[in-house]
Protein backbone atom coordinates (compact mmCIF):
# COMPACT_ATOMS: atom_id res chain seq x y z
CA UNK A 1 0.00 0.00 0.00
CA UNK A 2 1.65 3.09 -1.07
CA UNK A 3 1.98 6.25 1.20
CA UNK A 4 -0.52 8.27 -1.10
CA UNK A 5 -3.11 5.93 -0.19
CA UNK A 6 -2.62 5.73 3.37
CA UNK A 7 -2.79 9.23 3.79
CA UNK A 8 -6.08 9.67 1.29
CA UNK A 9 -7.15 6.67 3.83
CA UNK A 10 -7.90 4.22 1.55
CA UNK A 11 -7.58 1.15 3.16
CA UNK A 12 -6.24 2.66 6.55
CA UNK A 13 -8.48 2.47 9.87
CA UNK A 14 -6.46 5.47 11.44
CA UNK A 15 -8.33 8.48 10.75
CA UNK A 16 -12.11 7.34 10.91
CA UNK A 17 -14.34 7.06 13.05
CA UNK A 18 -15.40 3.80 14.57
CA UNK A 19 -18.51 3.05 12.33
CA UNK A 20 -16.58 3.59 9.66
CA UNK A 21 -14.08 0.93 10.39
CA UNK A 22 -16.69 -1.84 10.24
CA UNK A 23 -16.51 -4.54 7.57
CA UNK A 24 -14.49 -7.88 8.44
CA UNK A 25 -16.08 -8.05 11.70
CA UNK A 26 -19.49 -6.96 10.63
CA UNK A 27 -19.04 -9.60 7.68
CA UNK A 28 -18.41 -12.44 9.88
CA UNK A 29 -20.81 -11.72 12.36
CA UNK A 30 -23.34 -12.18 9.47
CA UNK A 31 -22.53 -15.72 8.34
CA UNK A 32 -22.84 -16.28 12.27
CA UNK A 33 -26.40 -15.25 12.36
CA UNK A 34 -28.57 -17.47 10.25
CA UNK A 35 -31.59 -19.70 10.38
CA UNK A 36 -29.88 -22.41 12.33
CA UNK A 37 -28.54 -20.22 14.61
CA UNK A 38 -32.15 -18.38 14.82
CA UNK A 39 -33.71 -22.02 15.24
CA UNK A 40 -31.43 -23.16 17.89
CA UNK A 41 -31.39 -19.75 19.96
CA UNK A 42 -34.70 -19.74 19.73
CA UNK A 43 -35.52 -23.52 20.71
CA UNK A 44 -33.00 -23.05 23.95
CA UNK A 45 -34.68 -20.22 24.79
CA UNK A 46 -38.15 -21.82 24.88
CA UNK A 47 -36.96 -25.13 26.87
CA UNK A 48 -34.25 -23.45 28.90
CA UNK A 49 -35.66 -19.84 29.77
CA UNK A 50 -32.77 -17.56 30.37
CA UNK A 51 -30.67 -19.97 32.12
CA UNK A 52 -28.43 -20.37 29.47
CA UNK A 53 -27.26 -16.87 28.32
CA UNK A 54 -23.76 -17.18 29.76
CA UNK A 55 -23.30 -19.96 27.26
CA UNK A 56 -23.99 -17.60 24.30
CA UNK A 57 -21.35 -14.88 26.27
CA UNK A 58 -18.61 -17.50 26.42
CA UNK A 59 -19.42 -18.69 23.04
CA UNK A 60 -18.95 -15.53 21.43
CA UNK A 61 -16.13 -14.86 23.58
CA UNK A 62 -14.02 -17.71 21.92
CA UNK A 63 -15.27 -16.64 18.78
CA UNK A 64 -14.02 -13.10 19.36
CA UNK A 65 -10.44 -14.86 20.10
CA UNK A 66 -10.07 -16.58 17.15
CA UNK A 67 -11.49 -13.52 14.55
CA UNK A 68 -8.89 -11.59 16.37
CA UNK A 69 -6.45 -14.05 15.70
CA UNK A 70 -7.80 -14.02 11.92
CA UNK A 71 -7.51 -10.28 11.54
CA UNK A 72 -3.79 -10.76 13.26
CA UNK A 73 -2.58 -13.25 10.76
CA UNK A 74 -4.26 -11.30 7.88
CA UNK A 75 -2.28 -7.83 8.31
CA UNK A 76 1.17 -10.12 9.06
CA UNK A 77 1.37 -11.99 5.85
CA UNK A 78 2.43 -11.28 2.89
CA UNK A 79 0.24 -14.31 0.94
CA UNK A 80 -2.79 -16.08 1.78
CA UNK A 81 -3.39 -19.00 5.14
CA UNK A 82 -3.76 -21.18 2.40
CA UNK A 83 -0.59 -20.73 0.19
CA UNK A 84 1.00 -20.86 3.81
CA UNK A 85 -0.42 -23.97 4.90
CA UNK A 86 0.76 -25.45 2.00
CA UNK A 87 4.29 -23.89 2.17
CA UNK A 88 4.67 -25.18 5.59
CA UNK A 89 2.55 -28.16 6.20
CA UNK A 90 2.04 -29.32 2.62
CA UNK A 91 -0.80 -29.25 -0.47
CA UNK A 92 -2.54 -32.03 0.66
CA UNK A 93 -3.47 -30.28 3.83
CA UNK A 94 -4.51 -26.97 2.51
CA UNK A 95 -6.99 -28.77 0.03
CA UNK A 96 -8.03 -31.07 3.18
CA UNK A 97 -8.83 -27.93 4.56
CA UNK A 98 -10.73 -26.37 1.50
CA UNK A 99 -12.71 -29.45 0.60
CA UNK A 100 -13.75 -29.25 4.48
CA UNK A 101 -14.82 -26.04 4.64
CA UNK A 102 -16.36 -25.82 1.22
CA UNK A 103 -18.49 -29.26 2.16
CA UNK A 104 -19.71 -27.05 5.82
CA UNK A 105 -20.79 -24.12 3.65
CA UNK A 106 -22.80 -26.70 1.38
CA UNK A 107 -24.06 -28.31 4.19
CA UNK A 108 -24.97 -24.54 6.05
CA UNK A 109 -26.30 -23.12 2.45
CA UNK A 110 -28.97 -25.66 2.40
CA UNK A 111 -29.89 -24.27 5.59
CA UNK A 112 -29.66 -20.96 4.26
CA UNK A 113 -32.19 -21.73 1.44
CA UNK A 114 -34.78 -23.33 3.30
CA UNK A 115 -34.47 -20.37 6.04
CA UNK A 116 -35.35 -17.73 3.16
CA UNK A 117 -38.41 -20.09 1.81
CA UNK A 118 -39.62 -20.31 4.98
CA UNK A 119 -39.62 -16.27 5.71
CA UNK A 120 -41.16 -15.98 2.24
CA UNK A 121 -43.10 -19.36 2.07
CA UNK A 122 -46.03 -18.14 4.82
CA UNK A 123 -46.68 -15.15 2.67
CA UNK A 124 -46.26 -16.70 -0.60
CA UNK A 125 -47.41 -19.63 -2.33
CA UNK A 126 -44.19 -20.41 -4.62
CA UNK A 127 -41.77 -23.49 -4.24
CA UNK A 128 -38.98 -22.20 -6.17
CA UNK A 129 -38.55 -18.97 -4.53
CA UNK A 130 -34.89 -20.05 -3.79
CA UNK A 131 -33.82 -19.95 -7.40
CA UNK A 132 -34.80 -16.11 -7.63
CA UNK A 133 -32.75 -15.76 -4.30
CA UNK A 134 -29.82 -17.77 -5.99
CA UNK A 135 -29.90 -16.14 -9.20
CA UNK A 136 -29.39 -12.56 -7.46
CA UNK A 137 -26.31 -13.57 -5.03
CA UNK A 138 -25.11 -15.31 -8.50
CA UNK A 139 -24.81 -11.59 -10.39
CA UNK A 140 -23.95 -10.18 -7.14
CA UNK A 141 -20.96 -12.37 -7.60
CA UNK A 142 -20.60 -11.69 -11.10
CA UNK A 143 -21.32 -8.18 -11.22
CA UNK A 144 -19.58 -6.09 -8.67
CA UNK A 145 -15.73 -6.01 -9.54
CA UNK A 146 -15.28 -4.15 -6.84
CA UNK A 147 -16.83 -7.30 -4.63
CA UNK A 148 -15.63 -6.40 -0.56
CA UNK A 149 -17.14 -3.02 -0.46
CA UNK A 150 -20.36 -3.72 -2.40
CA UNK A 151 -20.44 -6.29 0.33
CA UNK A 152 -19.93 -4.57 3.23
CA UNK A 153 -22.72 -2.09 2.05
CA UNK A 154 -25.16 -4.88 1.69
CA UNK A 155 -24.54 -6.39 4.99
CA UNK A 156 -24.92 -3.31 6.92
CA UNK A 157 -28.09 -3.13 5.57
CA UNK A 158 -29.08 -6.84 6.70
CA UNK A 159 -27.22 -6.10 9.91
CA UNK A 160 -29.99 -3.30 10.77
CA UNK A 161 -32.96 -5.12 9.55
CA UNK A 162 -32.03 -8.44 12.26
CA UNK A 163 -31.39 -5.80 14.77
CA UNK A 164 -34.67 -3.82 14.40
CA UNK A 165 -36.97 -6.75 13.93
CA UNK A 166 -35.59 -8.81 16.64
CA UNK A 167 -35.14 -5.82 19.11
CA UNK A 168 -39.04 -4.90 18.46
CA UNK A 169 -40.08 -8.33 18.78
CA UNK A 170 -38.08 -8.24 22.76
CA UNK A 171 -39.18 -5.15 23.62
CA UNK A 172 -43.16 -5.98 22.81
CA UNK A 173 -42.84 -9.42 24.74
CA UNK A 174 -41.29 -7.06 28.09
CA UNK A 175 -38.34 -9.66 28.96
CA UNK A 176 -38.08 -10.50 32.93
CA UNK A 177 -34.97 -8.74 33.32
CA UNK A 178 -34.32 -9.18 36.88
CA UNK A 179 -34.83 -13.62 35.71
CA UNK A 180 -32.81 -12.49 32.64
CA UNK A 181 -29.65 -11.02 34.90
CA UNK A 182 -29.55 -14.49 36.42
CA UNK A 183 -28.94 -15.99 33.32
CA UNK A 184 -26.26 -15.06 33.33
CA UNK A 185 -24.91 -16.85 36.10
CA UNK A 186 -23.39 -20.46 35.22
CA UNK A 187 -24.55 -23.13 36.48
CA UNK A 188 -27.95 -21.98 36.72
CA UNK A 189 -29.48 -23.77 33.49
CA UNK A 190 -31.93 -26.98 34.48
CA UNK A 191 -31.13 -28.69 31.18
CA UNK A 192 -27.73 -28.55 29.41
CA UNK A 193 -28.21 -30.97 26.26
CA UNK A 194 -27.11 -31.35 22.66
CA UNK A 195 -28.95 -28.14 21.93
CA UNK A 196 -26.56 -26.16 24.09
CA UNK A 197 -24.11 -27.69 21.99
CA UNK A 198 -25.77 -26.69 18.68
CA UNK A 199 -26.34 -23.25 20.39
CA UNK A 200 -21.94 -22.91 20.62
CA UNK A 201 -21.76 -24.53 17.38
CA UNK A 202 -23.87 -21.82 15.59
CA UNK A 203 -21.63 -19.22 17.36
CA UNK A 204 -18.50 -20.41 17.56
CA UNK A 205 -17.92 -20.75 14.03
CA UNK A 206 -14.33 -21.66 13.14
CA UNK A 207 -14.64 -21.18 9.76
CA UNK A 208 -15.71 -17.84 9.56
CA UNK A 209 -13.05 -16.69 11.73
CA UNK A 210 -10.49 -18.21 9.55
CA UNK A 211 -11.89 -16.87 6.70
CA UNK A 212 -11.18 -13.02 8.69
CA UNK A 213 -7.80 -13.07 7.81
CA UNK A 214 -8.99 -12.95 4.15
CA UNK A 215 -11.23 -10.26 4.83
CA UNK A 216 -8.41 -8.24 6.44
CA UNK A 217 -6.15 -8.52 3.37
CA UNK A 218 -9.17 -7.83 0.80
CA UNK A 219 -10.00 -4.49 3.53
CA UNK A 220 -6.49 -3.82 2.69
CA UNK A 221 -5.40 -3.01 6.57
CA UNK A 222 -1.72 -3.16 7.59
CA UNK A 223 0.13 -3.59 10.26
CA UNK A 224 -0.66 -0.12 11.31
CA UNK A 225 -4.07 -0.54 11.23
CA UNK A 226 -4.51 -3.53 13.45
CA UNK A 227 -4.50 -1.92 16.64
CA UNK A 228 -7.99 0.15 15.82
CA UNK A 229 -8.91 -1.84 13.39
CA UNK A 230 -9.90 -4.62 16.37
CA UNK A 231 -12.47 -2.66 17.29
CA UNK A 232 -14.47 -3.60 14.10
CA UNK A 233 -13.90 -7.18 15.36
CA UNK A 234 -15.39 -6.36 18.68
CA UNK A 235 -18.28 -4.90 17.47
CA UNK A 236 -18.94 -7.83 15.12
CA UNK A 237 -18.84 -10.20 18.49
CA UNK A 238 -20.98 -7.13 20.08
CA UNK A 239 -23.67 -7.66 17.23
CA UNK A 240 -23.57 -11.64 17.78
CA UNK A 241 -24.46 -11.09 21.33
CA UNK A 242 -27.11 -9.03 21.09
CA UNK A 243 -28.94 -10.87 18.23
CA UNK A 244 -28.39 -14.47 19.79
CA UNK A 245 -29.04 -13.11 23.33
CA UNK A 246 -32.26 -11.28 21.94
CA UNK A 247 -33.12 -14.59 20.04
CA UNK A 248 -33.18 -16.57 23.24
CA UNK A 249 -35.07 -13.69 25.51
CA UNK A 250 -38.15 -13.62 22.87
CA UNK A 251 -39.24 -16.95 23.96
CA UNK A 252 -37.76 -17.21 27.25
CA UNK A 253 -40.33 -14.30 27.73
CA UNK A 254 -43.35 -15.99 26.12
CA UNK A 255 -43.05 -19.61 25.53
CA UNK A 256 -40.89 -21.32 28.23
CA UNK A 257 -43.57 -20.90 31.35
CA UNK A 258 -45.54 -23.00 29.26
CA UNK A 259 -43.29 -25.26 27.49
CA UNK A 260 -41.51 -26.35 30.84
CA UNK A 261 -45.11 -27.56 31.40
CA UNK A 262 -45.71 -30.01 28.39
CA UNK A 263 -43.84 -32.50 26.58
CA UNK A 264 -44.42 -33.86 23.04
CA UNK A 265 -44.82 -37.68 22.32
CA UNK A 266 -41.96 -39.02 19.81
CA UNK A 267 -42.23 -42.83 19.71
CA UNK A 268 -46.12 -43.61 20.42
CA UNK A 269 -45.46 -47.45 21.11
CA UNK A 270 -48.46 -49.52 21.36
CA UNK A 271 -50.64 -46.27 22.29
CA UNK A 272 -51.96 -45.30 18.84
CA UNK A 273 -51.14 -41.40 19.62
CA UNK A 274 -49.35 -39.72 17.16
CA UNK A 275 -46.08 -38.94 16.94
CA UNK A 276 -45.08 -35.20 17.29
CA UNK A 277 -49.51 -34.85 17.12
CA UNK A 278 -49.87 -35.54 20.80
CA UNK A 279 -49.08 -32.95 23.33
CA UNK A 280 -48.50 -34.03 27.31
CA UNK A 281 -49.51 -31.22 30.02
CA UNK A 282 -48.54 -31.29 33.49
CA UNK A 283 -51.67 -31.14 35.50
CA UNK A 284 -50.34 -31.30 39.14
CA UNK A 285 -51.48 -27.19 39.19
CA UNK A 286 -55.12 -27.48 37.34
CA UNK A 287 -55.78 -23.93 37.12
CA UNK A 288 -52.45 -23.71 35.20
CA UNK A 289 -53.09 -26.68 33.17
CA UNK A 290 -56.52 -25.55 32.06
CA UNK A 291 -54.43 -22.16 30.84
CA UNK A 292 -51.80 -23.98 28.97
CA UNK A 293 -54.20 -26.30 27.38
CA UNK A 294 -56.37 -23.46 26.46
CA UNK A 295 -53.59 -21.77 24.37
CA UNK A 296 -51.98 -25.43 22.71
CA UNK A 297 -55.89 -25.72 21.69
CA UNK A 298 -55.97 -23.00 20.12
CA UNK A 299 -52.49 -23.35 17.73
CA UNK A 300 -52.63 -23.41 14.24
CA UNK A 301 -50.18 -25.53 11.53
CA UNK A 302 -48.61 -23.03 9.67
CA UNK A 303 -48.64 -25.55 6.66
CA UNK A 304 -52.36 -27.15 6.86
CA UNK A 305 -53.73 -24.50 8.97
CA UNK A 306 -55.26 -27.23 10.82
CA UNK A 307 -54.94 -27.44 14.67
CA UNK A 308 -51.03 -28.14 15.76
CA UNK A 309 -52.11 -31.04 17.58
CA UNK A 310 -54.57 -34.50 16.92
CA UNK A 311 -54.60 -35.39 20.62
CA UNK A 312 -53.91 -33.25 23.82
CA UNK A 313 -53.43 -35.22 27.31
CA UNK A 314 -53.06 -34.39 30.88
CA UNK A 315 -50.03 -35.57 32.65
CA UNK A 316 -52.01 -38.25 34.90
CA UNK A 317 -54.10 -39.24 31.80
CA UNK A 318 -51.01 -39.85 29.84
CA UNK A 319 -49.53 -42.16 33.01
CA UNK A 320 -52.92 -44.08 33.27
CA UNK A 321 -52.78 -44.94 29.63
CA UNK A 322 -49.04 -45.84 29.54
CA UNK A 323 -49.14 -48.23 32.71
CA UNK A 324 -51.50 -50.22 30.46
CA UNK A 325 -48.98 -50.64 27.54
CA UNK A 326 -46.37 -52.94 27.59
CA UNK A 327 -44.25 -50.88 25.04
CA UNK A 328 -44.21 -47.70 26.39
CA UNK A 329 -44.67 -44.44 24.37
CA UNK A 330 -41.48 -42.07 25.08
CA UNK A 331 -41.76 -38.08 25.07
CA UNK A 332 -39.48 -35.56 24.71
CA UNK A 333 -39.68 -31.76 26.03
CA UNK A 334 -41.52 -29.61 23.99
CA UNK A 335 -39.47 -27.57 21.25
CA UNK A 336 -39.58 -25.59 18.13
CA UNK A 337 -39.80 -28.17 15.17
CA UNK A 338 -38.77 -24.83 12.24
CA UNK A 339 -38.85 -21.33 11.67
CA UNK A 340 -42.15 -20.66 11.18
CA UNK A 341 -43.96 -22.23 13.80
CA UNK A 342 -41.85 -19.64 16.04
CA UNK A 343 -43.12 -16.81 13.48
CA UNK A 344 -46.52 -17.85 13.40
CA UNK A 345 -46.66 -18.60 17.47
CA UNK A 346 -45.81 -14.37 17.86
CA UNK A 347 -49.46 -13.72 16.21
CA UNK A 348 -51.56 -14.31 18.98
CA UNK A 349 -49.34 -12.17 21.25
CA UNK A 350 -48.26 -9.34 19.03
CA UNK A 351 -50.94 -9.33 16.79
CA UNK A 352 -49.99 -9.55 12.86
CA UNK A 353 -46.74 -7.60 13.39
CA UNK A 354 -45.36 -10.40 15.20
CA UNK A 355 -44.77 -12.61 12.64
CA UNK A 356 -44.02 -10.03 9.64
CA UNK A 357 -41.07 -8.26 11.86
CA UNK A 358 -39.93 -11.88 13.00
CA UNK A 359 -39.66 -13.25 9.32
CA UNK A 360 -38.18 -9.82 8.17
CA UNK A 361 -35.41 -10.87 10.83
CA UNK A 362 -35.08 -14.00 9.98
CA UNK A 363 -35.01 -13.50 5.57
CA UNK A 364 -31.94 -10.59 6.29
CA UNK A 365 -30.07 -13.29 8.70
CA UNK A 366 -30.58 -15.89 6.49
CA UNK A 367 -29.81 -13.86 3.12
CA UNK A 368 -26.69 -12.57 4.89
CA UNK A 369 -25.49 -15.25 5.87
CA UNK A 370 -26.27 -16.92 2.28
CA UNK A 371 -24.01 -14.53 0.52
CA UNK A 372 -21.13 -14.50 3.06
CA UNK A 373 -21.43 -18.50 3.64
CA UNK A 374 -21.32 -19.59 0.25
CA UNK A 375 -17.83 -16.82 -0.73
CA UNK A 376 -16.22 -18.83 2.50
CA UNK A 377 -16.92 -22.18 1.31
CA UNK A 378 -15.64 -21.20 -2.41
CA UNK A 379 -12.27 -18.98 -1.60
CA UNK A 380 -11.05 -21.28 0.87
CA UNK A 381 -11.48 -24.32 -1.44
CA UNK A 382 -9.79 -22.46 -4.25
CA UNK A 383 -6.78 -21.21 -2.23
CA UNK A 384 -6.37 -24.65 -0.89
CA UNK A 385 -5.90 -25.99 -4.34
CA UNK A 386 -3.88 -23.02 -5.32
CA UNK A 387 -5.83 -21.32 -7.94
CA UNK A 388 -6.69 -17.82 -6.53
CA UNK A 389 -7.65 -16.31 -2.76
CA UNK A 390 -8.55 -12.80 -4.54
CA UNK A 391 -12.14 -11.61 -5.23
CA UNK A 392 -10.77 -10.90 -9.06
CA UNK A 393 -9.65 -14.46 -9.12
CA UNK A 394 -11.96 -16.55 -11.03
CA UNK A 395 -11.78 -19.74 -9.36
CA UNK A 396 -13.18 -18.45 -6.03
CA UNK A 397 -16.27 -17.24 -7.83
CA UNK A 398 -16.32 -20.25 -9.44
CA UNK A 399 -16.57 -22.86 -6.42
CA UNK A 400 -18.60 -19.91 -4.44
CA UNK A 401 -21.34 -20.25 -7.31
CA UNK A 402 -20.94 -24.53 -6.54
CA UNK A 403 -21.72 -23.90 -2.94
CA UNK A 404 -24.57 -21.72 -3.86
CA UNK A 405 -25.79 -24.47 -6.67
CA UNK A 406 -25.33 -27.55 -4.43
CA UNK A 407 -26.71 -25.35 -1.17
CA UNK A 408 -30.11 -24.72 -3.78
CA UNK A 409 -30.43 -28.63 -5.58
CA UNK A 410 -30.45 -30.03 -2.25
CA UNK A 411 -33.19 -27.40 -0.21
CA UNK A 412 -35.36 -28.09 -3.78
CA UNK A 413 -35.42 -31.57 -3.44
CA UNK A 414 -36.37 -31.28 0.16
CA UNK A 415 -39.10 -28.57 -0.48
CA UNK A 416 -40.60 -30.39 -3.22
CA UNK A 417 -39.42 -33.98 -3.04
CA UNK A 418 -39.64 -34.17 0.63
CA UNK A 419 -42.60 -31.81 1.23
CA UNK A 420 -40.09 -29.53 3.79
CA UNK A 421 -39.65 -32.99 6.21
CA UNK A 422 -35.59 -32.58 7.10
CA UNK A 423 -33.94 -36.14 5.83
CA UNK A 424 -31.85 -37.63 8.08
CA UNK A 425 -29.18 -38.21 5.95
CA UNK A 426 -28.64 -34.95 4.98
CA UNK A 427 -28.30 -33.46 8.69
CA UNK A 428 -25.57 -36.93 9.78
CA UNK A 429 -23.46 -35.90 6.76
CA UNK A 430 -23.86 -31.68 7.76
CA UNK A 431 -22.69 -33.24 11.20
CA UNK A 432 -19.84 -35.17 10.16
CA UNK A 433 -18.46 -32.98 8.04
CA UNK A 434 -18.61 -30.64 10.82
CA UNK A 435 -16.69 -32.94 13.06
CA UNK A 436 -14.38 -33.54 10.70
CA UNK A 437 -13.23 -29.64 10.00
CA UNK A 438 -14.03 -27.26 13.07
CA UNK A 439 -10.79 -28.46 15.25
CA UNK A 440 -8.53 -28.95 11.96
CA UNK A 441 -9.71 -25.27 11.16
CA UNK A 442 -9.27 -24.02 14.78
CA UNK A 443 -5.93 -26.09 15.33
CA UNK A 444 -4.90 -24.22 11.70
CA UNK A 445 -5.78 -20.97 13.04
CA UNK A 446 -4.18 -21.61 16.26
CA UNK A 447 -0.80 -22.76 14.85
CA UNK A 448 -0.57 -20.34 12.10
CA UNK A 449 -1.23 -17.70 14.51
CA UNK A 450 1.63 -19.17 17.54
CA UNK A 451 4.59 -19.21 15.06
CA UNK A 452 7.05 -16.33 15.77
CA UNK A 453 8.55 -16.41 12.55
CA UNK A 454 4.83 -15.78 10.28
CA UNK A 455 2.70 -13.94 13.00
CA UNK A 456 6.58 -10.94 14.01
CA UNK A 457 5.38 -8.76 16.76
CA UNK A 458 1.54 -10.19 16.11
CA UNK A 459 2.14 -13.40 17.70
CA UNK A 460 -0.37 -15.24 20.07
CA UNK A 461 0.76 -13.91 23.43
CA UNK A 462 0.67 -16.45 26.80
CA UNK A 463 -2.44 -15.10 27.68
CA UNK A 464 -4.34 -15.72 23.51
CA UNK A 465 -2.34 -18.88 23.13
CA UNK A 466 -3.99 -19.87 26.92
CA UNK A 467 -7.25 -18.80 25.48
CA UNK A 468 -6.85 -20.09 22.03
CA UNK A 469 -6.09 -23.42 23.52
CA UNK A 470 -8.96 -23.34 25.74
CA UNK A 471 -11.48 -23.10 22.76
CA UNK A 472 -9.60 -25.44 20.73
CA UNK A 473 -10.25 -27.74 23.69
CA UNK A 474 -13.36 -27.27 23.82
CA UNK A 475 -14.42 -27.48 20.11
CA UNK A 476 -12.46 -30.85 20.22
CA UNK A 477 -14.87 -32.08 23.46
CA UNK A 478 -18.11 -30.98 21.52
CA UNK A 479 -17.17 -32.71 18.02
CA UNK A 480 -16.09 -35.88 20.02
CA UNK A 481 -19.53 -35.90 22.07
CA UNK A 482 -21.37 -35.08 18.83
CA UNK A 483 -19.56 -37.77 17.03
CA UNK A 484 -19.74 -40.74 19.45
CA UNK A 485 -23.43 -40.12 20.96
CA UNK A 486 -24.86 -38.79 17.18
CA UNK A 487 -23.45 -38.86 14.01
CA UNK A 488 -21.86 -43.02 14.37
CA UNK A 489 -24.84 -44.42 15.96
CA UNK A 490 -27.08 -42.88 12.71
CA UNK A 491 -24.58 -43.79 10.26
CA UNK A 492 -24.65 -47.66 11.49
CA UNK A 493 -28.29 -47.38 11.30
CA UNK A 494 -28.58 -45.71 8.24
CA UNK A 495 -25.90 -48.20 6.50
CA UNK A 496 -27.34 -51.31 8.55
CA UNK A 497 -23.60 -51.90 10.72
Not at 145 to 168: D, H, P, Q, S
Not at 202 to 229: E, I, N, P
Not at 320 to 329: R, Y
Not at 408 to 429: D, F, Q, T, W
Request: aromatic share 12%.
Amino acid sequence: MSSAQQSAGVGSTRTRHWYQRLGPGLITACVVIGPGSILTSSNVGAVNGYGLSWVVVVAVFFMLIYMSMGARLGVSIDKSAGTLIAERIGRWFAVLIGVSVFFISAAFQFGNNLGVHYALATYVDFNYLVVIFNGLAIAFLLVFKNMYRALEKLMMLFVGIMLIAFTCNLLISGPRLGEWFFGFIPGRATQFDLSVLGLVGTTFVTTAAFYQSYLVRQKGWSKDDLHQGIVDVRVGSLIMVLITLMLMATPATIFHADFQLERVVTEPGDSKLVAGGTLIIDDSDRSRYQEVKQKAEAEIDWQTGEPRWTTILASTEFEMLAGALSEQPQTDPRAFRDLPEIGTSLKPLFGAIGPTLFFVGVFAAAYSSFLINSMIGGFILADGLGIGEAPEDKWPRVFTILVLLTGMCVSLYCIIELELKRPVALIVAAQAVTVLAAPIVAGSLLWLTSRKEIMGENVNRPVQLFLGTLGFVLLLAMSTNLAVTRVFPELKRIFGL
